[in-house]
Structures are given as structure tokens and as C-alpha cells.
């Protein structure tokens, strides 16, 4: 399985980005997704995660409305389009996949396959 993340830049605040991930080598139609990201200094922290139907997702506090995930099971890629960015959103973003399970999953330690991740940085 391998999970590869793209679409990071440099932006500046107010901007948009839309993160894509793109796995290959499993079912991905049945894989729970999610979005982590990890700025320098600090611990990975969640952003989003998506049901592997679509039709459940969660978002953490700071994104929440800012943020949107989706996923396109017929390509076998799941997105992250970020909104209205803010310096606080500078970070690595990592895409992650859960082998199997229903809803979504907000802890790294729920996920078995990562991406290598994709840098975001948010200029003020």
C-alpha cells in the first residue's frame, strides 16, 4: 500500500489549497481516511477524517468550517480542500488510511498506512 500526498505550497492568509492523496496497492474503497498534520516543534495533531462511503466526517476545532474532506473512491483519492488559510495552519499534512472500519477515526494510532506528506505554509 502506499499513500502519496500532494498540493502543499506556500500561500498567503486568506488563501485556499486543496491537498490530494493519492493510494494505490489496496481497497481503498473501504479504507477509513484521514488528514493529520505536524508543525515544527509540535506533536502530530488531527484535521479531518472521512468514512471509507464518504458519507461521515469529522473535523477538528481549528479547521471546522475552514476545511472540507472528500474522497473519490473510483480514483482512489481523498482530498483535503483548505479555506480561508491562517499562519496556524503551517504544517506538514499527512494522509493516512485505516485498513478497515466503519465511520471515522481521529487518533494517529487508528491508522496502518501513512503518506509521506506534503508541506503547507501559510504566509501573514
Same mark, same amino acid.
Given at each position: 500500500?502506499?499513500?502519496?500526498? /500532494?498540493?502543499?505550497?506556500?500561500?498567503?492568509? !486568506?488563501? %485556499?489549497?486543496?491537498? #490530494?492523496?493519492?493510494?494505490? @496497492?489496496?481497497?481503498?474503497?473501504?479504507?477509513?481516511?484521514?488528514?493529520?498534520?505536524?508543525?515544527?516543534?509540535?506533536?502530530?495533531? /488531527?484535521?479531518?477524517?472521512?468514512?471509507?462511503? !464518504?458519507? %461521515?466526517?469529522?473535523? #477538528?476545532?481549528?479547521?471546522? @468550517?475552514?476545511?472540507?474532506?472528500?474522497?473519490?473512491?473510483?480514483?482512489?483519492?481523498?482530498?483535503?480542500q483548505?479555506?480561508?488559510?491562517?499562519?496556524?495552519?503551517?504544517?506538514?499534512?499527512?494522509?493516512?488510511?485505516?485498513?478497515?472500519?466503519?465511520?471515522?477515526?481521529?487518533?494517529?494510532?487508528?491508522?496502518?498506512?501513512?503518506?509521506?506528506?506534503?508541506l503547507?505554509?501559510?504566509?501573514?
Open positions: 500500500v502506499q499513500l502519496q500526498a /500532494f498540493g502543499g505550497g506556500l500561500v498567503q492568509t !486568506g488563501n %485556499s489549497l486543496r491537498l #490530494s492523496c493519492a493510494a494505490s @496497492g489496496g481497497h481503498f474503497s473501504v479504507w477509513p481516511m484521514g488528514w493529520f498534520r505536524q508543525a515544527p516543534g509540535k506533536e502530530r495533531e /488531527f484535521v479531518a477524517a472521512i468514512s471509507w462511503s !464518504g458519507g %461521515s466526517d469529522m473535523y #477538528s476545532g481549528p479547521v471546522e @468550517g475552514r476545511f472540507t474532506i472528500s474522497r473519490d473512491n473510483s480514483k482512489s483519492t481523498v482530498f483535503l483548505m479555506n480561508d488559510l491562517k499562519p496556524e495552519d503551517t504544517a506538514v499534512y499527512y494522509c493516512a488510511a485505516k485498513w478497515y472500519g466503519s465511520g471515522w477515526f481521529a487518533k494517529p494510532s487508528d491508522y496502518d498506512y501513512w503518506g509521506q506528506g506534503t503547507v505554509t501559510v504566509s501573514s
